[in-house]
């Protein structure tokens, strides 16, 4: 039997999402993202869930493997404008592979 190393698009598509519809577990508060100069949201998420769109940042908090990282990253570098909750029970990402 051969075996071969996947790949971490691999093994983040053997991941389980339950999305919850109604409620965002990501909040940004624009008034401070207008004031932020590094803006280090846009570049350390590593599942490029936020983005600028006609100047704003929007969070598509539906792709969140829930690391935690934009979260230091906004208070430290940025002008902290996230508030990032966990998920409700029952929703989030289930990881399957470690
Ligand atoms: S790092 Fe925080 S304050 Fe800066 S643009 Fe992103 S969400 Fe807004
Ligand atoms: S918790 Fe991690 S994956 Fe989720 S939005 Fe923040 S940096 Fe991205």
Request: charged residues 20%; contains cysteine; aromatic residues 8%.
């Amino acid at each position: 039997m051969s075996t071969r190393e996947l790949s971490l698009d691999d093994r983040l598509g053997l991941d389980k999402y339950e999305i919850d519809e109604e409620h965002s577990h990501i909040q940004v508060d624009q008034s401070l993202c207008l004031r932020c100069q590094l803006r280090p949201c846009l570049t350390v998420c590593p599942a490029a869930v936020y983005v600028a769109v006609d100047g704003e940042i929007v969070a598509r908090y539906e792709n969140c493997l829930e690391c935690g990282t934009c979260q230091i990253a906004c208070d430290t570098g940025g002008q902290g404008g996230i508030t990032w909750n966990p998920p409700q029970g029952g929703f989030g990402i289930v990881f399957r592979y470690g």
